[in-house]
């Protein structure tokens, strides 16, 4: 069992990659403003987000049951989990816990989310389908992509689609991966490693 010490420690290691992760995520090379969707009814999209496909960050480079919640404070903020495993479905799940703010007049699509103050790296839903199952959150620089749905797998069909969206916005193909889910394994389901 970790100390209190060590698990401090391992915090800042993490709160240290975030930061130069979204360091990178700022500034320079930005495309044209990547186009988000009209608008999002916040309140709906709430809740349990799984990453299906993704152009990873460097901390989700060998993600594992990727999930993403989301949980509107009364401020209008939105505060967010983002739960995984790093390299396999064995390995113990990590947690960050960044704050998302919706910026004003952007049909409640355009938020920065934040890891460290003062830092907010840009996020963009640029697809969300009616139903509020599916949805591609997106960046302007074209460097992270993330595909997800309320399910941990989705149809072939809709997948292809998703990845057509991805490349008509910009997106290199090649870079992005497919996120391992357990849940979306039958054979793992009464398994008591679910990310859940």
């Known amino acids: 069992m970790a100390t209190p010490n060590r698990r401090f420690a391992a915090g800042l290691i993490l709160a240290g990659i975030a930061t130069g992760m979204l360091a990178a995520c700022g500034g320079g090379n930005v495309k044209e403003q990547i186009p988000p969707v009209d608008h999002v009814d916040v309140a709906r999209f709430m809740g349990d987000w799984y990453v299906i496909a993704q152009i ?91 595909l997800m749905a309320r399910t941990p797998s989705i149809p072939e069909a809709d997948y292809a689609a998703h990845m057509q969206r991805i490349q008509d916005l910009g997106y290199d193909l090649s870079k992005i991966r497919r996120v391992p889910q357990s849940a979306a394994d039958p054979a793992r389901v009464p398994d008591a490693r679910s990310i859940e």
């Open 56 to 146: 990873p960050t460097r901390l989700e480079k060998e993600a594992y049951d990727s999930v993403e919640t989301y949980t509107l404070r009364d401020d209008g903020k939105v505060d967010t989990t983002f739960r995984y495993r790093d390299g396999g479905f064995d390995e113990e799940i990590k947690t960050l816990h960044p704050t998302g703010t919706v910026r004003e007049d952007t049909g409640n699509a355009i938020w920065g989310m934040q890891f460290v103050w003062p830092i907010k790296a840009e996020y963009v839903i640029v697809y969300v389908d009616d139903d509020y199952q599916q949805t591609i959150v997106g960046r302007s620089k074209r460097d992270y992509v993330w």
